[in-house]
């Protein structure tokens, strides 16, 4: 049982160029989330999804789209990243009595 | 939406002192109060929580009380140990697990246990 995974760990992208950062859960858990991180801010919702093939904008969506592509999986893509996105994003998942995280993932922005 | 503070930033306490950590928030239809555990590169880890319908929980060295009138929630940690050390988050949601809304974080505390 490894609970939340996320790949990859590290990542460093030039401003304008896309990618997707990865997140399963096997926990057989409904619910998951998408947050961000960023230096003395506590963590910011920016996608959560109720379920396969639902999602719904949290408090930071700009400029990132998710897919939820089966019950485990849930991805965050940014389509042309920009320095302000640099931070470190956790995914998380629910029971619907607590939130499970990842171990997140450090992305860098040039 | 909700607003939660967290109080101090920083907490600097000698191994074996007690840290306690405060927190307000704004929406009084929040009913969930967990508290998060992170270590440097990791993940944020659930230490413990409370819900409404209780003031306080324990559990071995920690414990949380919780104060609806006045909106704030604390979390004690008594005889600290060295790997205390950390940053702990307390967050807010109307709903067990986040719900729709997700969590609603505090900005953070750093607790270092001086030896």
């Known amino acids: 049982n490894a609970g939340v995974t996320q790949t990859p760990k590290f990542q460093v992208l030039k401003t304008g160029q896309s990618m997707t950062l990865q997140c399963a859960q096997d926990?057989?858990?409904?619910?998951m989330y998408w947050y961000r991180q960023d230096p003395g801010m506590g963590l910011r919702l920016i996608y959560y999804?109720?379920?396969?093939?639902?999602?719904d904008k949290g408090e930071v969506p700009n400029g990132y789209n998710v897919s939820r592509l089966n019950k485990r999986e849930f991805s965050l893509r940014l389509e042309s990243a920009a320095p302000s996105q640099t931070s470190v994003y956790f995914c998380?998942?629910?029971?619907?009595?607590?939130?499970?995280f990842g171990p997140g993932t450090r992305l860098t922005v040039l | 939406g909700e607003n939660v503070e967290q109080h101090p930033s920083t907490l600097s306490v000698q191994e074996g002192d007690s840290a306690v950590i405060k927190c307000t928030y704004s929406?009084?239809?929040?009913?969930?109060f967990p508290w998060y555990k992170q270590e440097l590169g990791k993940g944020p880890q659930l230490i413990i929580d409370?819900?409404?319908?209780?003031g306080e929980k324990k559990d071995q060295r920690i414990a949380v009380t919780l104060n609806k009138t006045a909106k704030h929630f604390s979390l004690h940690i008594t005889e600290t140990q060295p790997e205390d050390s950390a940053v702990y988050f307390c967050?807010?949601?109307?709903?067990?697990?986040?719900?729709?809304?997700?969590?609603?974080f505090g900005k953070g505390t750093h607790l270092i246990i001086q030896p």
């Open positions: 926990m057989n858990h409904n619910s």
């Open positions: 999804s109720a379920s396969e093939g639902t999602t």
């Open positions: 998380a998942s629910t029971d619907a009595d607590t939130q499970y």
């Open positions: 409370i819900r409404s319908n209780v």
């Open positions: 967050a807010a949601s109307k709903y067990s697990g986040g719900g729709a809304d997700g969590l609603t």
């Open positions: 929406d009084s239809a929040s009913n969930y």
